[in-house]
């Protein structure tokens, strides 16, 4: 009985091999096809646009001013200053007799402002001492002007300030131009300043001066606020105006220290002075004249 039970299994199992054998085993799969290299990577950006059909805009202009990606500002011109000393030699005198200035020694004519020029008188009298600081100019003739800032007396050490400011730029000077808008913080331009109305003077009448002749030795010229020669101050304080465009005749023919004799209007100014319109003015050594145009009084 066991034999056979022996036999049985032994049977199976060769049965069960001979059944394992005989079935098909799985298909073999084909090796991966390889990944193009050019799919694997990502496509390149397209290419900007241009050609005739496009246009690119140009870059932005470099910013003016202070700041970076800027030239500097060119510099302002600056008006030269000076310090001069001397003897005040004369007052000089404005268009209707009033101090506006002093006259040094050497020629040099010191200006002030009209109000301020009342304060002259005692702080730089005639025949003081004094130093001066200031903006110099030269004048049509050749003349040296200050534009005084200081003037200063050493003997009674006492100083005055004068409120002037730095003359305007010679015409070799750039103009300065507007506040560049761009710059950061630039003040917004003035408004337009109004014209300014020139006062009209009436008819000079007949009876406003006397008609009269002097004699003097003179003492300096007398200057109008740009410089120019308007007349001369006698030794004993008489003003005598002529027309600055016969300024280079008559200082030829009555030069410091000359004696002349001048015919014209008369009458008194307001530092208590006489002025004088000349309608001649005539050496008294050489006895060469010259007539002067008409022009009126200075006003009162």
């Not at 011109?77 to 000089?92: D, E, F, M, Y």
């Not at 050490?157 to 630039?186: E, I, K, L, Q, Y």
């Amino acid at each position: 009985m066991n034999l056979k039970r022996i036999l049985l299994v032994a049977g199976a199992t060769v049965f069960a091999c001979v059944i394992a054998s005989c079935q098909p085993g799985p298909a073999a799969r084909p090796p991966a096809a390889a990944v193009p290299q050019n799919i694997a990577q990502a496509p390149p950006p397209p290419p900007p646009p241009g050609g005739a059909g496009y246009w690119t805009p140009p870059p932005p202009p470099p910013r003016r001013g202070r700041g970076p990606g800027g030239p500097p500002p060119p510099p302002q011109a600056i008006a030269p200053t000076t310090t001069v000393q001397g003897t005040v030699r004369s007052l000089s005198y404005g268009p209707a007799g009033d101090v506006n200035g002093i006259i040094l020694d050497q020629g040099t004519e010191v200006h002030v402002p009209p109000e301020q020029a009342n304060q002259l008188n005692s702080l730089a009298p005639i025949g003081a001492r004094i130093q001066v600081s200031g903006w110099i100019h030269t004048g049509p003739l050749g003349d040296t002007h200050v534009d005084a800032t200081t003037i200063t007396n050493p003997s009674s050490r006492a100083t005055m300030s004068f409120a002037t400011p730095p003359p305007a730029p010679g015409p070799g000077a750039p103009p300065p131009g507007p506040p560049d808008p761009n710059t950061a913080g630039a003040p917004a331009p003035p408004p337009p300043a109004p014209l300014a109305v020139a006062p009209q003077s009436g008819p000079v009448s007949s009876d406003s001066g006397m008609d009269t002749t002097i004699t003097g030795s003179v003492r300096s010229f007398n200057y109008g606020p740009a410089g120019e020669v308007n007349g001369v101050i006698l030794d004993q304080g008489t003003v005598v105006y002529f027309p600055p465009d016969q300024a280079g005749q008559i200082t030829q023919l009555a030069q410091v220290g000359s004696r002349i004799r001048v015919r014209g209007p008369l009458r008194q100014g307001p530092a208590g002075n006489r002025l004088i319109v000349a309608e001649s003015v005539t050496n008294r050594r050489t006895g060469n004249s010259i007539s002067v145009a008409n022009q009126p009084l200075p006003p009162r």
